[in-house]
């Protein structure tokens, strides 16, 4: 038997087949912005979880910034976790409040619903008391040319005074053990090394290392003082504050002492280098030697030696009493930058301790020997007693809980979320 299907019963069916069609898309375009929906979340909660890791790096302490020039900010993993939580809920949940533009204040509207499984925070390698994480952070604010604007504990606006140097500080010490202990030098010894033993390798390996440290140097020298820099106040405990550097010791009086006797040892050994190379002082040596030697009865060669290193310790003490009035003093002197310039006066005293000024006034001052100290210094115990200087200011002036192996330059943080794990890596 043969059928024939009307034209009601083809339209019926097309219908039927169009329907299931349309369904399937349906089901398609359901799916299509299903994983659109999964897509655009883990983007969203990718965003949201940046913009939380930055609100950390938010909360830097704004003291150490102003003073120092460092960026850093107090904490532990488990409260960086707490924060990163609370900011970022504050995007992704619906039952948080949230500001929008065009919206009225503390509208709840949310596109996404997200919760975090997982958050994880980990500041190993970003500890302010590391000294490669401490030396960059003093790089890049010396780069920045944050270290010319630097107060560090002191005023460097007052007037200058060079009759006194460590004018209110001499007796400053610090005694109190637990702050003493905890400083981030505690543990570490080195001892300056013997400048009079200096050799042409290690001139040049100087040399090289002061290229290298010059940024270092730059910091220093703008956010501390020292003895003769004619300023002191009392927004610093320490007055001699990269004395400190070189000395390390706990008394300002001490660590002047300390690095003036280092400056006696370098202007001894130069002003001997100074009158061997300068043939009418060596004249005048031999004509008083004969007489010298008759008096004392000694030799004329005895006679020489001594002759010159009275003469030179006369004019080397001369020297650091043109430091301390804040004059300069060449390294190696010309004829025209010996001030003490007869000898047979000199020797018999005739001066009677009074500041003899040379002739040129050209030369390095102070500041330039302590800088050439400094380079001079072990790099490790240069940036942990930097450390020191911080720690004692920043407690003794802002605050007394103050640590710097407390502080942090960054952090590692992941999330795990709609079924994935996001990580990241925030630093200043």
């Known amino acids: 038997m043969i059928f024939i299907m009307s034209n009601s019963n083809r339209r019926g069916s097309a219908a039927i087949l169009l329907t299931i069609a349309f369904a399937g898309m349906l089901v398609l375009v359901t799916c299509l912005f299903a994983a659109a929906r999964v897509a655009a979340g883990v983007s969203y909660a990718d965003a949201a979880f940046q913009a939380a890791g930055r609100s950390v790096l938010s909360e830097y302490d704004t003291e150490l910034l102003k003073r120092y020039g ?124 013997d400048v009079s033993s200096l050799s042409p390798e290690n001139l040049s390996n100087l040399a090289d290392k002061a290229a290298s440290d010059v940024l270092n140097s730059q910091y220093i020298m703008a956010a501390f003082g020292h003895a003769n820099d004619g300023v002191s106040d009392d ?115 005739l001066f009677d301790g009074r500041l003899i000024r040379p002739i040129s006034k050209s030369g390095q001052t102070y500041e330039d020997y302590l800088r050439a100290l400094i380079f001079l210094m072990d790099r490790e115990t240069k940036l942990l007693r930097v450390m020191d200087l911080i720690q004692i200011d920043m407690k003794a002036h802002y605050n007394r809980e103050f640590l710097v192996r407390e502080y942090y330059t960054g952090y590692r943080f992941k999330v795990v979320a709609l079924g994935e794990t996001f990580e990241y890596t925030e630093k200043y």
């Not at 890049?140 to 270290?147: F, M, Y």
């Not at 030696?305 to 004059?327: H, M, P, S, Y």
């Open 235 to 349: 927004d610093s405990f320490f007055d001699a504050e990269i004395e400190y550097l070189l000395s390390g010791k706990m008394k300002d009086l001490a660590n002047y002492d300390s690095v003036k006797a280092k400056l006696t040892l370098i202007r001894f050994f130069a002003n001997n280098i100074a009158i061997s190379r300068d043939p009418l002082k060596r004249a005048q040596i031999t004509a008083l030697a004969a007489p010298f030697a008759a008096a004392a009865g000694i030799g004329e060669l005895a006679a020489s030696i001594a002759i010159t290193e009275i003469w030179v310790g006369a004019e080397t003490k001369n020297d650091i009493g043109l430091f301390e009035a804040g004059e300069k003093v060449a390294f190696i002197k010309t004829s025209a930058q010996w001030a003490l310039t007869d000898c047979a006066k000199t020797v018999y005293g």
């Open 70 to 193: 460092l960026f850093a900010f107090k904490g532990d993993e488990r409260r960086i976790e707490r924060d990163i939580a609370f900011y970022a809920d504050a995007s992704l949940r619906k039952d948080k409040k949230a500001y929008f533009p065009f919206a009225p204040s503390g509208s709840r509207t949310r596109v996404f619903d997200i919760e975090t499984d997982k958050t994880e925070a980990n500041l190993k390698e970003f500890s302010l008391l590391d000294v490669d994480v401490f030396e960059q952070q003093l790089k890049e604010a010396a780069a920045a040319k944050t270290a010319e604007r630097l107060t560090g504990g002191r005023n460097k606006s007052g007037k200058m005074d060079y009759s006194d140097p460590l004018s209110g500080h001499k007796n400053r010490t610090l005694r109190n053990e637990g702050v003493t202990a905890s400083l981030p030098s505690a543990d570490v010894t080195w001892s300056f090394p």
